[in-house]
């Protein structure tokens, strides 16, 4: 049973335009939600998290907004730059252990 | 800042053979962590480890065994290579306990290969 989950699994924008990942989750218990970043041949990195607490999370381009009724949270990129180009994971935390979305594959156009 | 070191970055083995991958932190993080990423499924979780000689099964730690002999070294085998899980295994560590608020750094991956 998969904890996370995402959609789309691609999606491609125009430079300049927002982008926009959906997540949910199963488990009531997950406070934690970071998105990790991915480029090809390279391990993930962290982007931006958010906890349970908050419904609203900002960092330059980047938002997380969060719905903790509907256990829905998505991830907004504004004005989307072709080297945001990667794959995006979600992730839901219970104390020590990730679950991780299938991800979504980015495509910036020029 | 500090590095995760995967090894090898390609391991490849025949079918049936026990394979070991490796990985060290420089970051001095108790807790470590292996990670299989195929294709189209995310990341899943083989094994952890919140401190020296302690191991966590996870989701897919069927066929697999680990080992953390020391604080900045997690290693992981494929107890019997098979050809259905050829994929990137990705070692990750964050620091202390309990991953809210935490990052999870990841290494660049290990590609292991079954011909």
């Known amino acids: 049973q998969q904890q996370v989950r995402q959609s789309p699994q691609s999606l491609t924008v125009w430079e300049g335009e927002t982008a926009i990942l959906n997540c949910s989750y199963e488990?009531?218990?997950?406070?934690?939600f970071p998105w990790y970043q991915q480029f090809p041949g390279e391990g993930p990195a962290l982007l931006i998290s958010i906890l349970s607490v908050s419904d609203k999370k900002e960092d330059g381009r980047f938002t997380i907004f969060f719905n903790k009724r509907e256990k829905k949270l998505s991830l907004h990129i504004a004005d989307s730059q072709p080297g945001d180009s990667a794959t995006y994971f979600c992730?839901?935390?219970?104390?020590?252990?990730?679950?991780f979305g299938s991800g979504t594959k980015l495509t910036v156009e020029p | 800042g500090g590095i995760i070191t995967q090894t090898p970055k390609f391991l490849i083995g025949q079918e049936g053979q026990k394979l070991t991958l490796k990985c060290q932190q420089n970051?001095?993080?108790?807790?470590m962590y292996w990670y299989r990423q195929d294709s189209g499924k995310g990341l899943r979780l083989i094994y952890y480890?919140?401190?020296?000689?302690?191991?966590q099964k996870g989701d897919l730690s069927e066929g697999y065994d680990a080992s953390r002999e020391k604080k900045s070294s997690f290693s992981l085998t494929v107890t019997s290579a098979q050809k259905n899980e050829m994929a990137v295994f990705l070692c990750a560590s964050t620091p202390g306990q309990g991953l809210s608020g935490n990052t999870l750094y990841f290494g660049e991956g290990s590609r292991l290969i079954v011909v």
């Open positions: 970051f001095n993080h108790d807790t």
């Open positions: 488990n009531s218990a997950f406070d934690y």
């Open positions: 992730a839901a935390s219970d104390y020590n252990v990730l679950y």
């Open positions: 480890s919140i401190t020296e000689n302690d191991l």
